[in-house]
């Protein structure tokens, strides 16, 4: 890979960019962290001669604060997501977050079993690990108590909460129709509105349909909407990224998140190509992200192109391919964007 003359990350105007040195080892950083530094040399390098400004960081015009939490400053934050079937097994995963040196935590909420939603809802039913089977104020009921218990362990920190609900359509755990998801939704929302809190924000599945009913909804109750998009299959066409990521600003979403499947380096390429002339068209943070092992470089250099947000493990499973442990994500940041 040839890397005379490209300079990697320029995290701000005005600083100067992490260049490779010849002899790296002389450094005293380990090899493998170069290579990080050099693949996105030689990414930034082919975009650029493509004509993609490639921005080097995350800034943008409308950037959101979530506590201590900003996406879309010059750094991206790092997030560890739960994955606890229960209220007391996510908020041990956010302790971990925290002791991790996380940014925030994303409570998964479409992972929580059906038990659960009984003493939520204060009714007794028989135990089930499908929340499909429960009503859709039920199955609010049990994420709000998983938002409770995970506030609680969070209080003091700083830290964020951003509660998602992946459906199964999209690679999560919530296997309802559309219509069931947005009425469960919107309750949530509503409650979390009376527990100012317990969560700073609400991820909202662009496809699920009423993505800007939503954001109105969440604005009302003090939330941000996360709108997202996310592919487990393939990497859509180019144009076809972009056009969902306006979307989700268009429909008045605070930030627009985009996950998919790539098929080799190829995809991760198009991917963050998609990401940098997102950052430079919208206004909201973009977090852009390429699952599983052909992806790695986006959640450890995503910023570079222009990606708000990176997923990260602490101690618990990934919630998703790719994930690497936030100690390591924090050290490609350091010399992404130092």
Same mark, same amino acid.
């Given at each position: ?93 956010? #302790?971990? @977050? =925290? +002791? %991790? /040196?996380? $940014?925030? !935590?994303?409570?998964?909420? *479409?992972?929580?079993?059906? &038990? ?13 690990t499908m929340p499909a089977r ?81 954001? #109105?909804? @969440? =604005? +009302? %109750? /003090?939330? $941000?909407? !996360?709108?997202?998009?996310? *592919?487990?299959?393939?990497? &859509? ?99 992404l964007h130092s």
């Open positions: 890979m040839n890397t005379d003359g490209i300079r990697a990350a320029k995290p701000a105007a005005g600083t100067d960019s992490t260049e490779v040195p010849e002899d790296s080892s002389s450094a005293g950083v380990p090899a493998d962290r170069w290579a990080v530094l050099r693949e996105v040399q030689d990414l930034r390098a082919r975009l650029e001669e493509s004509g993609i400004a490639v921005p080097g960081s995350p800034a943008c015009a409308r950037p959101v604060t979530w506590r201590r939490a900003t996406l879309g400053g010059p750094v991206p934050m790092v997030a560890v997501a739960t994955t606890g079937a229960d209220a007391a097994a996510c908020a041990e995963h956010a #302790r971990a @977050a =925290r +002791r %991790a /040196g996380a $940014d925030l !935590v994303e409570l998964r909420a *479409d992972l929580l079993t059906a &038990p659960e939603a009984a003493a939520a809802t204060g009714r007794a039913r028989a135990a089930t429960w009503a859709p104020q039920e199955l609010a009921g049990l994420w709000l108590a998983a938002a409770r218990a995970v506030g609680a362990e969070l209080r003091g920190s700083g830290m964020p909460v951003l509660l998602t609900v992946r459906t199964a359509a999209e690679g999560g755990g919530l296997d309802v129709d559309d219509v069931t998801y947005r009425a469960a939704l919107a309750d949530a929302i509503e409650r979390l509105g009376r527990e100012r809190g317990a969560a700073a924000a609400v991820d909202v599945e662009l496809a699920r349909g009423d993505l800007p009913r939503l954001v #109105r909804l @969440a =604005r +009302r %109750a /003090g939330l $941000d909407v !996360v709108a997202s998009s996310h *592919d487990f299959a393939a990497t &859509p066409d180019d144009v076809e990224m972009l056009r969902r990521l306006h979307a989700m600003q268009d429909a008045g979403a605070a930030v627009a998140k985009l996950a998919v499947t790539p098929a080799d380096l190829a995809d991760v390429g198009r991917l963050v190509g998609v990401a940098a002339r997102a950052r430079g068209e919208l206004d909201i943070p973009v977090v852009a992200i390429a699952m599983g092992e052909a992806g790695v470089l986006t959640r450890l250099a995503g910023g570079v192109f222009g990606s708000a947000l990176t997923f990260a493990t602490a101690g618990s499973a990934a919630s998703a391919p790719g994930q690497l442990p936030v100690a390591r994500v924090r050290e490609a940041l350091a010399l």
